[in-house]
C-alpha cells in the first residue's frame, strides 16, 4: 500500500512538474527564480538567477543567465533593484512597478513575488520589456506639450497685429490727422494684415501637407527671379533690424521644374528666419551655384545659432530654434517644416549646419536643374487686358457685413458701380435684375450656397456670359476644382491682395 501510495505521489508530482515547465517555457512574458545575496552587514548586493524561462533572453537580452549573478552579467546594473528585491525576499510582501534598467537600457514591467522557504531568500519575477511602450508615451507627452506650446505661441502671434491695428484704426478716426501721420497708419495696418495672412497660409499649407492635399503647379522657371521675390518679402523686417541681406547667384541662369509661388515660400522664410534669429546690425546672406545636375542655395547669417542637440529635430512640427525668442520673434515653428515638405515635393532635400549657440547657421537646399538650363525660356505673353479704368458693374456678394461693405467702398473708390447683397437667394436676384458686368461671390452663403448660385446664374441665358469670381477663404484644390466645375472664372482667396483683384478685374 504504501508503495502505490509513494507511486502515486511521484507521478502526481511529475506531472505537475511537467505542467509547470510547459508553463515556464510557453509564456511570452520574462520569468526567472533568483536567491539574494547579502554583504556582511546583512544588506543585499546582488543576486544569482537559479532557473530563466526562454522569454528571459528575449525582453533582457542576456544569454545564459542561469548560474550567474547580476553583476556578472551587467556589472553597472543599479543598487536600487537589489534593495527591492532585497524588501520582497525579506518580507514576504509582492510588488509590480516599472523601471528603467540603465545598464541594460531598457524599461520593464515587473511583477516580483517570494518563493520557497523564508530562509531561502528566493524571489521570482514575471517581467516584461515595455522599453518602445514608454518611447511611445514619451513621444506622445512630447507632443502633446508642443502642441499646447503651438496653440500659445498661435494665440500670441494672432494677437500681436491686432494691436497696431487698433491703434491705427484710432489715429485714422481723428479727422485732424495729417497725411503723413494717415500714411504711416494705413502703411502699418498693411504690414500687420500682411503677416496675419502669411500666418494663416502657412498654417494652410503645413495641413495640406499633412493630408497630402498640398498640389504643386510645376513649370519652367528661373531661380534668379525667385529668389529676387523672396528677398523683397524679407525687406521690411531685415530693415527694420538693420540686417544686410547679401545675394549672390551664378552668372548663368539657372533654370528649375518647380512651383514658382512655393519655391519663393521656401527662400522667403529661410530668409525670414535667418532675419528673426539674428541681432540688429547682422548680415544675412544667400548664396546659390550649380554642382553638376543641381543648385544648391544656402541661407547663412550670423544669429543666434542652434544647440547641437536641437539639429537633429530643426525640421520637426513646431520647435523652436531659441526658446528666449518665442514670445517675440520665434514664430509658431511651422516654417521649417514647410520648408522641408517643399523642398522635398520638388525633389530636392534641405539641411541644417551650425557650429552651436552664438556662432550663426546655415541652411543648404539642393534641387534639380532642368537638363536643358542652357536654353532660353519661351517668353510668357501676359493675358489681354480690358482698357484701363473701363467703368464695370459689380455685385459684390457676402454675409459678411463688413467684407462687402469695405470691398464695396474700395471698388467705388476706383470708379466702378457696386451693388451689395447678403444671402444666395438675393444674388440671384440681384444678378438678374441689375445684369452687372462681373460678380464678386462668397461659396459660405445663408439660403443658397455660393455654389449653387453659380450653377443657376450659368443656367439662365443671361448668365451665360456673365464674369464670376469666387471671393471665399477656401483655397485648397478641391475647392477650387468645385468653384471651376460650378462655373466660375476665377477663385481668389481672402483677404485678397487689392492689386490682384484690380488686375483680375482688368483682365475681365
Same mark, same amino acid.
Given at each position: 500500500m504504501e508503495?502505490?501510495? &509513494?507511486? @502515486?505521489?511521484?507521478?502526481?508530482? @511529475? @506531472?505537475?512538474?511537467?505542467?509547470? &515547465?510547459?508553463?515556464?517555457?510557453?509564456?511570452?512574458? =520574462?520569468?526567472?527564480?533568483f536567491e539574494m545575496i547579502y554583504d556582511a552587514e546583512g544588506a543585499p548586493v546582488d543576486y544569482r538567477f537559479l532557473e530563466v524561462n526562454p522569454a528571459f533572453e528575449q525582453h533582457t537580452g542576456l544569454a545564459d543567465a542561469a548560474g550567474k549573478t547580476i553583476l556578472e552579467l551587467v556589472p553597472n546594473h543599479e543598487k536600487h533593484w537589489h534593495e527591492i528585491y532585497g524588501k520582497v525576499a525579506a518580507t514576504g510582501e509582492s510588488v509590480r512597478f516599472e523601471e528603467r534598467g540603465e545598464g541594460l537600457a531598457r524599461w520593464f514591467s515587473v511583477y516580483a513575488f517570494r518563493v520557497g522557504a523564508p530562509e531561502e531568500r528566493r524571489v521570482a519575477a514575471l517581467f516584461t520589456d515595455i522599453t518602445e511602450r514608454r518611447r511611445a508615451e514619451e513621444e506622445l507627452a512630447e507632443a502633446h506639450r508642443r502642441k499646447d506650446e503651438f496653440l500659445a505661441m498661435l494665440a500670441h502671434e494672432l494677437r500681436s497685429p491686432l494691436a497696431p491695428l487698433v491703434n491705427m484704426l484710432h489715429v485714422l478716426q481723428h479727422s485732424e490727422a495729417d497725411g503723413d501721420l494717415v500714411h504711416q497708419a494705413t502703411e502699418t495696418m498693411e504690414r500687420q494684415l500682411g503677416q496675419m495672412v502669411r500666418l494663416v497660409d502657412d498654417l494652410l499649407d503645413v495641413n495640406r501637407v499633412a493630408r497630402d492635399k498640398l498640389v504643386l503647379r510645376k513649370e519652367r522657371v528661373e531661380l534668379a527671379p525667385i529668389i529676387e521675390q523672396a528677398r523683397e518679402v524679407c525687406c521690411p523686417l531685415a530693415e527694420r533690424l538693420s540686417h544686410e541681406i547679401v545675394v549672390q547667384m551664378p552668372t548663368e541662369p539657372v533654370y528649375l521644374l518647380a512651383d514658382r509661388a512655393r519655391?519663393?515660400?521656401?527662400?522667403?522664410?529661410?530668409?525670414?528666419?535667418?532675419?528673426?534669429?539674428? $541681432?540688429?546690425?547682422?548680415?544675412?546672406?544667400?548664396?546659390?551655384?550649380?554642382? &553638376?545636375?543641381?543648385?544648391?542655395?544656402?541661407?547663412? $547669417?550670423?544669429?543666434?545659432?542652434?544647440?547641437?542637440?536641437?539639429?537633429?529635430?530643426?525640421? $520637426?512640427?513646431?520647435?523652436?530654434?531659441?526658446?528666449?525668442?518665442? @514670445?517675440?520673434?520665434?514664430?509658431? =515653428?511651422?516654417?521649417?517644416?514647410?520648408v522641408q515638405s517643399l523642398v522635398e515635393m520638388h525633389g530636392g532635400s534641405v539641411e541644417a549646419f551650425s557650429e552651436g549657440l552664438g556662432k550663426g547657421s546655415e541652411f543648404v537646399v539642393r534641387l534639380p536643374m532642368l537638363a536643358d538650363a542652357a536654353e532660353t525660356p519661351a517668353e510668357e505673353t501676359p493675358a489681354p487686358r480690358s482698357p484701363e479704368g473701363r467703368r464695370q458693374r459689380i455685385l459684390v456678394v457676402d454675409d459678411n457685413l463688413d467684407a462687402a461693405m469695405s470691398l464695396a467702398i474700395l471698388l467705388e473708390i476706383e470708379g466702378h458701380e457696386v451693388h451689395t447683397v447678403h444671402d444666395g437667394l438675393d444674388a440671384l436676384n440681384a444678378a438678374g435684375t441689375h445684369r452687372p458686368d462681373v460678380v464678386l461671390l462668397d461659396i459660405g452663403l445663408p439660403g443658397l450656397s455660393g455654389l449653387d448660385v453659380a450653377r443657376r446664374i450659368r443656367r439662365e441665358p443671361w448668365g451665360a456670359d456673365m464674369a464670376l469670381v469666387a471671393l471665399t477663404g477656401w483655397g485648397q484644390e478641391e475647392d477650387r476644382q468645385s468653384t471651376q466645375e460650378a462655373g466660375f472664372d476665377a477663385h481668389l482667396v481672402k483677404p485678397v491682395e487689392h492689386a490682384d483683384l484690380m488686375a483680375l478685374l482688368g483682365r475681365m
Open positions: 508503495t502505490a501510495a &509513494r507511486v @502515486r505521489a511521484e507521478d502526481q508530482f @511529475r @506531472r505537475s512538474e511537467e505542467r509547470y &515547465r510547459m508553463l515556464f517555457n510557453s509564456i511570452d512574458e =520574462g520569468f526567472c527564480v519655391l519663393t515660400q521656401v527662400f522667403s522664410n529661410l530668409l525670414n528666419n535667418a532675419c528673426k534669429y539674428t $541681432d540688429a546690425s547682422g548680415q544675412v546672406s544667400l548664396k546659390a551655384w550649380t554642382e &553638376r545636375d543641381e543648385v544648391v542655395v544656402k541661407v547663412a $547669417d550670423t544669429g543666434v545659432g542652434i544647440q547641437p542637440d536641437q539639429l537633429p529635430h530643426i525640421f $520637426d512640427m513646431f520647435a523652436q530654434v531659441n526658446k528666449s525668442l518665442e @514670445r517675440t520673434e520665434g514664430g509658431l =515653428g511651422i516654417g521649417l517644416t514647410l
